[in-house]
C-alpha cells in the first residue's frame, strides 16, 4: 500500500459514510433494493423521520443514493443505489465483517481477563 499519510483521503471517505445510520440505510437499500420512505423508516428502528430524511438528503447530494418522485396522489417517492453508489458494496462488506470479528475479539479478550 502506496500513500502518504499527508494526502490521506480516508477522513473524505468518512465525512460521507459516518453516522448512526448511514451504513444501515446503505445496507438495506444494497440488499434489497428500491425502497419507499416508509419502508425505509420501518427497515431501521429508532430511526426517527426527520433523521432518516437528513441522512437520505446527504447521501443524495454525495450521489451515493438515487431519489425517484412519481407525480401522482399521494406522491410516491422511492430511494435506491445510485450506479456509483454501488461501488461502496465492497467497502461496507469489508467493514461489517471486520466490525463482527472486532466484536469477537473483545468478547474473547473480556472472557480471558474474568478468568
Not at 438495506?28 to 425502497?35: D, V
Request: with cysteine; glycine share 6%.
Amino acid at each position: 500500500m502506496d500513500m502518504q499519510p499527508e494526502l490521506c483521503k480516508v477522513d473524505d471517505a468518512l465525512g460521507i459514510l459516518v453516522g448512526k445510520w448511514k451504513p444501515i440505510i446503505l445496507l438495506i437499500l444494497l440488499q434489497e433494493g428500491t425502497k419507499r420512505f416508509s419502508d425505509l423508516k420501518r427497515s431501521v428502528p429508532g430511526i426517527t423521520q426527520k433523521m432518516l430524511t437528513k441522512q437520505l438528503r446527504e447521501l443524495e447530494e454525495e450521489d451515493i443514493i438515487t431519489r425517484n418522485v412519481y407525480a401522482q396522489v399521494p406522491p410516491k417517492v422511492e430511494y435506491s443505489i445510485s450506479e456509483y453508489g454501488k461501488s461502496l458494496e465492497p467497502i461496507l462488506v469489508a467493514m461489517h465483517e471486520w466490525g463482527t470479528a472486532h466484536t469477537l475479539h473483545k468478547t474473547k479478550k473480556a472472557q480471558q481477563q474474568t478468568r
